[in-house]
């Protein structure tokens, strides 16, 4: 996770593309971006990619090769709603997955907030947050890996719809 936040500190933030807020699960990824156009959503991911796959395959060792397939999956975002819905599903997916995990037989989650997630830097939580909320990870950045949203929908618009639940289990 440090040498991903430090990659994703590096290069989350271009004249035409930042990217906002993300979650890694084991064999998949969430983000949030924010891009002028398709082009600049294109190349934004790609150097996304090529990013987490430099740092993942630095750290371990003498691996090559691609880490995410080549495509991704993109939904405009044109509503607060929409917005509201899709930050609470990106940072909060680990505990999505985790209530899947407990409903068949697994270990039930002790933390809110997942260290492998931009959620630790999301200001839009209901209540305010402790220390303890974050399942600890040594070395995790104090500063923000993620660039701070410029448009209206990601600043402001979704809080329309309310403040998110940090404890909420997402679709």
């Given at each position: 996770?440090?040498?991903l936040?430090?990659?994703?500190?590096?290069?989350?933030?271009?004249?035409?593309?930042r990217?906002?807020?993300?979650?890694?699960?084991?064999n998949?990824?969430?983000?949030?971006?924010?891009?002028?156009d398709?082009?600049?959503?294109?190349?934004?991911?790609?150097?996304?990619?090529?990013?987490?796959?430099?740092?993942?395959?630095?750290?371990?060792?003498?691996?090559?090769?691609?880490?995410l397939?080549d495509?991704?999956?993109?939904?405009?975002?044109?509503?607060?709603?929409e917005v509201?819905?899709?930050?609470?599903?990106?940072?909060?997916?680990a505990?999505?997955?985790?209530?899947?995990?407990?409903?068949?037989?697994?270990?039930?989650?002790?933390?809110l907030?997942?260290?492998?997630?931009?959620?630790?830097?999301?200001?839009?939580?209901?209540?305010k947050?402790?220390?303890?909320?974050?399942?600890?990870?040594?070395?995790?950045?104090?500063?923000?890996?993620v660039?701070?949203?410029?448009?209206?929908?990601l600043?402001?618009?979704?809080?329309?719809?309310?403040?998110?639940?940090?404890?909420?289990?997402?679709?």
């Amino acid at each position: 996770m440090r040498a991903l936040e430090r990659t994703f500190s590096a290069g989350c933030e271009r004249s035409t593309f930042r990217l906002v807020h993300y979650s890694l699960q084991g064999n998949h990824a969430h983000f949030i971006v924010e891009a002028r156009d398709r082009e600049s959503l294109g190349r934004g991911m790609m150097a996304i990619g090529s990013r987490l796959a430099l740092a993942v395959n630095r750290s371990m060792g003498r691996r090559k090769g691609r880490v995410l397939a080549d495509r991704y999956h993109a939904r405009m975002l044109r509503s607060p709603r929409e917005v509201h819905r899709a930050l609470r599903y990106v940072l909060l997916n680990a505990r999505k997955h985790a209530a899947v995990k407990t409903r068949a037989g697994g270990r039930a989650v002790d933390y809110l907030l997942d260290p492998a997630s931009s959620a630790r830097w999301f200001d839009g939580w209901r209540r305010k947050l402790s220390p303890e909320d974050v399942r600890p990870l040594a070395g995790l950045r104090e500063r923000p890996a993620v660039a701070r949203a410029r448009t209206w929908l990601l600043r402001v618009g979704w809080r329309r719809h309310g403040l998110i639940d940090p404890a909420a289990v997402p679709g």
